[in-house]
């Protein structure tokens, strides 16, 4: 049945159907949720090695004893690893502490507050500043520009990344823009890989070289692969060394969703010169980051190929959980007009939009019989979707029989209001 | 001899002898260190069983998974073991990441920018902001008031605390005083022990119940005695709970010189309130702290009476240090009138007072013979000592004989940097 050319009569019938099985769901008292983007228990005890992995060896490569002060940039061979994945050099990588957003938050504090080549520079000379968002995107990377007053301007999200055209004439028009996030691979939410000529056009645009426009380049799921066909991002880094802008971009990543969530290691890749800016500030609020922790994920990740081989073990428990809500949707709202939703080859999420208007009513549908799913709006700017139709699923974290009857009951809740809507029409 | 009451031709005798020492040093070429409190290796190693004491176990008390997100408070158990050594309830008390100095500048920053009792309580609003230093002090709480632009004012610091007469009177006149740094046991760096008195006038002070002047008490060394006769440090909560003034105070401490230096665990004590005012703030920048590395902590420190014992493990491995340091400034400037010097009952440091107007040339002369000292100034606001008089040594870290040469090419330093003045006088 498809929702525009069905009858009034047999919507009329088949949503009292609809309500009698959501009544039914009402009474099992569910209490279900597919918020967050939280690795399941299983992915967890993939790294379980890390603790104890030291064997009473502390000492870094080079005879850094990790256990005391020092070393803002983290081990040359954590910085060697990680730089890897981001497409760095070691000196263009900085390994932190356990959190890619604290990292950003600080670049975005400092390039506004302080400036990034000194305070005449600052961001915050301004009046007015602002930052692209591709949407839908992340809420965390919203939240910061949210918390430091600065406006955002959402740009179209394509299969392809960001719209270039429509940030091209942006960037070009408004001197405030001062640059963009961005989560390249596996966007959060829908899923998207940047496309060669999305990358090799970020790493052009006009402004980088002077500082005044950066790249916000979270990876958080660069080497976050469901499938072996999922399609690769071309490095970043390639292209900003062609075009001579990597003082413009700062790329980010985290092993949160590799080994341990918030008990990981973040880092940082960007130009020398970005990285020792960004060292003069971090020095007045740290000593340095927990070494201990970065050498036991050396220890631990090795290299690359051990780093995809742990991956595909990740993928292999991912599996079953995104087949499930995809196989859900396609079978109880494929051809129904009622929604759409992306495929994805790695990452996180599942996004689904539904017919316009409707998202904040299927979020709450679903509240009401058990099963929490992300707020409406909150994968845009200011938490407001002006369709009021995307919705992010996050089907990682519940058990698998769980992750079934969450996506049963969401594709119940989008029929539910999808044909209220059209009745009322 | 001493310096006062010997002739002109025996200080240049002296003089003389003490050059040709000097030049004899020099050919050496030492190369020393006694700038930073940093923990010996031996120390380290007291605490090499955090790695691996999870055994695979790595849920907490409540069963929360830490390897998993979530969580800004830090872990329950945490938050009861580190609130018991800084006097604080576990609500009363937030676990963050690595470093106490993160959390100190997140405190002031907030503070400062965006106010602890909202907007229209941040101090920015006010043309000036000042805080008040007890002198010699920490470098790096006075590098936080350079950063953040709040203008530091010195205070005396006595055997007993800060001057609470001077620290009264000037909170009394100057509404812009928003708030007094403390290391209250073992003050880096003299090794005083606030008073019981001190600690009772620094809860009343009057505007702490307001928010509009803060206690920045950094608890550092707080069961870091050397002798077990070293004085108690007064409960500043107990105080402060008498006068209704916890909004007031902000208590940190961390496990970098209990266990690992940088790796360990950092918290925070202080109101309901303020914690949640905190949370609010620090939510926009992480997810949570690294909870895997407190279950650690909490396995391996389990209570109070573990944490004593473990600290008389770390007293055992410093003692010969300290004596060293203290046995060679007796033997070599004891009654030669040309400084008098700390005796610290705990604690990382020794504070040196040479004669007015010698420090910056006795750590110059030790740096030109390969021994290393905390720069002169550094103990005071804006590297600058009024009377150029004080020296920060601290011999934890370099291995004892190394500790033993420090101490000797110190006091030769003073010796000659003494005389010189004297027969130029």
Redesign the interface.
């Known amino acids: 049945m498809h929702i525009e050319q069905a009858a009034e009569a047999e919507l009329r019938e088949q949503l009292a159907t609809l309500h009698d099985q959501y009544d039914q769901l009402a009474a099992r008292g569910l209490s279900l949720d597919l918020t967050?983007g939280?690795?399941g228990?299983a992915q967890?005890a993939l790294?379980?090695a890390l603790?104890?992995?030291?064997?009473?060896n502390?000492r870094a490569a080079d005879g850094t004893?990790?256990?005391?002060?020092?070393g803002l940039d983290g081990l040359p061979e954590a910085r060697a690893l990680f730089g890897g994945i981001l497409g760095t050099a070691p000196e263009e990588t900085l390994v932190g502490?356990?959190?890619s957003?604290?990292l950003m938050?600080?670049v975005m504090e400092f390039a506004l507050r302080e400036g990034l080549r000194g305070a005449e520079t600052a961001w915050s000379n301004a009046e007015e500043v602002r930052f692209l968002c591709p949407v839908p995107g992340y809420d965390?990377h919203f939240?910061?520009c949210e918390?430091l007053g600065i406006e955002m301007v959402p740009v179209r999200l394509l299969e392809t990344g960001p719209d270039m055209d429509q940030i091209e004439s942006l960037v070009a028009a408004d001197p405030d823009i001062k640059g963009i996030w961005c989560v390249p691979r596996f966007s959060n939410p829908t899923g998207c890989v940047y496309s060669s000529n999305t990358v090799e056009r970020m790493a052009r645009l006009p402004k980088l070289a002077s500082g005044q426009f950066i790249v916000m380049w979270d990876n958080a799921y660069a080497v976050h692969q469901l499938y072996a066909d999922a399609a690769p991002l071309d490095c970043l880094s390639d292209y900003a060394r062609q075009f001579d802008t990597m003082d413009g971009i700062f790329q980010f990543g985290s092993t949160?969703k590799v080994t341990?969530?918030?008990?990981g290691v973040a880092f940082v890749g960007s130009s020398e010169r970005n990285l020792s800016t960004l060292k003069a500030h971090l020095?007045?609020?740290?000593?340095?980051?927990?070494?201990?922790?970065q050498l036991?994920h050396v220890r631990f990740l090795q290299d690359g190929a051990t780093v995809a081989a742990h991956m595909e073990r990740h993928a292999a428990l991912l599996h079953p959980r995104f087949e499930a809500v995809l196989d859900t949707l396609e079978r109880e709202l494929g051809a129904t007009g009622m929604g759409s939703w992306t495929q994805p080859r790695g990452g996180y999420f599942v996004s689904f939009d539904a017919l316009p208007g409707l998202a904040s009513e299927i979020v709450e549908l679903a509240a009401r019989v058990g099963v929490k799913l992300t707020p409406a709006g909150a994968t845009f700017p200011y938490g407001k979707d002006p369709e009021d139709r995307n919705i992010r699923l996050a089907p990682s974290f519940p058990a698998l029989e769980d992750v079934q009857a969450c996506a049963e009951v969401f594709a119940l809740c989008v029929k539910i209001a999808s044909i209220k809507q059209r009745l009322s029409a």
């Open positions: 967050r939280k690795p228990a967890l790294s379980d603790d104890g992995i030291l064997a009473g502390y004893d990790t256990r005391n002060y020092g502490g356990s959190s957003l604290t938050y600080q965390r939240s910061i918390y949160s341990f969530a918030g008990a020095a007045f609020q740290t000593i340095g980051p927990d070494k201990v922790n036991r």
